[in-house]
């Protein structure tokens, strides 16, 4: 590599974001782009606008995954891919996942201003449904091209509203064609907002990352007896939603005994009859338990349900438990992670290594190739709301990283392999 140090144009950069932000913006300044949405449509009509003035190869598969390659001295040998995903939570930040599609752009936009054509293609991609946030489980779209999630799964999932993805891939116009999943890939290096304090706190601009941790999502179904708010005698209730609390509660009070680096997370619940004078008959709730090692997860999963089923019998209600998603932690690439180490020394960056407490599309590509992640900081470390926020210093130093490691892997890269 030398000492030649190629950057990103950061004005370009900012106002694709910009744009990006526009499509969904709510009033706080954050987005609403849930998969397979109008708005996700929107972007994607845009995303693959912008691929084809960068005059790249663009090709969609069957799980709505967008792809945009370019030109290289060796046009077949197995690309560098880069990229994320556009799609958000109901109320999600300008930055998670879109901060690495169009970066990701960036990198090919800068390396096509300088008239670099490396002697492998670079290709983009923004992969489907990364968030789940509208159809369970997450990572659905890297989920599917690694061969995790079966493509009748997938396209069976339904949102609340009993629409599935299939339908919605399909209305939106995005089912493209099983030929078109990405196949052989030289390696995959995603550029993410670390949506936790890490950085910030200490004064650095990027992070290498160096796995994710494992996590499971469970559905708990509380079955009491709905009533009637007034004539039932408080002794004679199986009151659903009043099980759920001391559930939340002692489940809570589990995690927090643990070490600090278990989370428990109730993020979704519904109660039914939903109504102010009627005793709740059934509740159902959703628990995100995440450890960066397996067997304490395993474990703590394991005990949660147990205390979850005691619960049920001293307060004479049934329950249904329902596991909607499991991973594994995932190690990344030792020799990416040099490289990214190198590039950030080389570039003058302040760096640390760290494990990713968020899921990514990384982790399965990791599946499939070499992965790495690159990290910039979050302000105050917040995530998943409007307030997600990356100092522009940061989203410059975290492309230049990317630009700069796509680079060196080409160029030290054999592509006869
Ligand atoms: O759940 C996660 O960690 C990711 O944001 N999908
Ligand atoms: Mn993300
Ligand atoms: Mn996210």
New binding site residues.
Partial sequence: MGDKKLSINLNRLMQTIDASAKIGSLPKGGIRRLALTDEDKQMRDLFVEWLKQSDLHVRIDDFGNIYGRTKAQNPEAPPILIGSHLDT?PEGGCY?GILGVLSALEVIRTLNDNKIELNRPVEIVSFTN???ARFAP??MGSGGLSGIFDKSFIFSRQDKDGKTFEQELKRIGYEGNEKDRLKDIFCYIELHIE?GPVLERENLDIGIVTGIQG?NWLEVKVIGQSDHAGPTPMSMRKDALLTAAKMITDSNRLILEQDNESTITVGCISISPNSINCVPGEVTFSI?I?HPDNQIRKQLMSEIRQRLSTIAIIEQVQIEMKEIWETNSTDFSDELIIHLTEEAKRLGYQYKKMVS????DAKYISDMTDTAMIFVPSVDGK??CQEEYTKTEYIEKGANLLLNVVQKIATVSNVNI
């Fill in positions: 939570q998670d990364e968030e789940g997450p990572i949506q996590m995100d995440r407490g968020a899921g990514h995530s998943h």
